[in-house]
């Protein structure tokens, strides 16, 4: 009688509390925070009215999508996957929002609608990339194409305004008051970077995202579902481009297909120049977060420094490549440092 042994299954080691706090503070996490300071102090000193309330107040709301579609995104990208078409479920489910209430449906219901599609929508990109085994560039460019496409049919070249104030406050009213820098929306971001925070770096869910980016073969047969790791985070990312198209409709005042085009590129950048590595494995939402504030209070800088538009690009495109340079030279900096510490071992073992 024969008998087939079962894989074993081994949970990925935690990391510690205090393992995870020295990584932030002395990791690649700790250099985009001391990136972003050095960018504020220069800035505030340099540049007119950079650091008024009133300045922090709009660069928040400017950045507000950035830095929630960045919170999924990490953790996709920790997984080795990437998903570029948020920016386009973000304009459909503005278009959505548009064309319903013009129907005559309440902007709550309207909102839920648009929430359910981007979940679908997260869904078919999680269904393709980890069920049928397509690359998620591949499906992503696809559905990139796809939502864009349907948002545009939607509503072709026009678009729908006039919503409710009451609707438009909860999106620009500031949280302490006029004059003040911080609007209440940010407050959903918070709650939404503690979950992400806690998801990615306290539980096993997020063990075993940096398990599946280091190596999926490998943690597949230690027991890790890789497949429904990475399918739940598209639908994450669904779901909080959902949220974004909502808020862009609010802000802005405006449903149109168009919405938040290119805004996928933004949201890969902040999360490359934030420390994760787009091979996957590794990244912290600290890191991502910072970097986002960082492309976001250079862009703001400039534009109050008169700087133009094709300038301010060249500075966030070569901020990018350094981003992604930079770790790998100093990877290789401290790989020749341990050979050579190995082979001087080596050395003194020989010599005596």
């Known amino acids: 009688m024969t008998t087939t042994a079962e894989p074993v299954r081994v949970t990925p080691t935690a990391p510690s509390i205090l393992a995870r706090t020295k990584t932030i503070l002395f990791g690649r996490d700790a250099a985009v925070i001391g990136l972003l300071i050095v960018v504020w102090l220069v800035a505030t000193a340099i540049v007119p009215n950079f650091g008024r309330p009133n300045t922090v107040y709009y660069l928040i709301l400017d950045v507000l999508p950035i830095l929630l579609l960045a919170l999924p995104m990490t953790l996709v990208v920790v997984t ?13 489910s503005s278009v959505l929002v548009g064309v319903l209430y013009q129907a005559g449906w309440s902007i709550p219901l309207a909102a839920l609608v648009a929430i359910g599609v981007g979940l679908i929508g997260g869904a078919l990109n999680g ?18 194409a796809l939502f864009r496409g349907i948002a545009v049919g939607l509503l072709g070249t026009g678009a729908v305004t006039g919503f409710p104030g009451e609707y438009k406050d909860l999106v620009t009213d500031r949280l302490f008051g006029p004059g003040t820098a911080i609007p209440q929306i940010l407050v959903v971001f918070v709650v939404l970077a ?18 599946s980016g280091l190596n999926a073969e490998a943690s597949h047969f230690s027991g890790i579902d890789v497949h429904a790791v990475k399918f739940w985070l ?12 909502i808020y862009w409709t609010l802000r802005y005042d405006s449903a149109r297909g168009d919405n938040a085009q290119g805004l996928e590129l933004s949201v890969v950048a902040a999360v490359l120049v934030g420390g994760v ?16 504030l960082v492309i976001g209070s250079l862009h703001s800088a400039l534009r109050l420094a008169d700087v133009s538009a094709d300038a301010i690009n060249i500075a966030t495109g070569g901020l990018l490549v350094v981003s992604v340079i930079f770790p790998r030279i100093v990877t290789g900096i401290r790989r020749r440092i341990a050979r050579i ?3 001087g071992s080596r050395l003194g073992l020989a010599s005596d």
Do not use: K
């Open 80 to 92: 080795g996957e990437i998903d570029l078409s948020v920016a386009s479920m973000v304009g459909l």
């Open 127 to 144: 269904f393709l990339v980890t069920t049928v085994g397509l690359p998620s560039l591949a499906v992503t460019v696809g559905t990139l």
């Open 194 to 211: 503690v979950v992400f925070g806690v998801l990615l770096h306290f539980t096993p869910f997020g063990r075993s995202a940096y398990a």
């Open 234 to 245: 598209f639908v994450a990312t669904g779901l909080v481009s959902g949220l974004v198209g």
């Open 277 to 292: 590595s787009i091979f996957g494995g590794r990244g912290a939402i600290p890191g991502v977060i910072a970097g986002v």
């Open 341 to 343: 510490r190995r082979r």
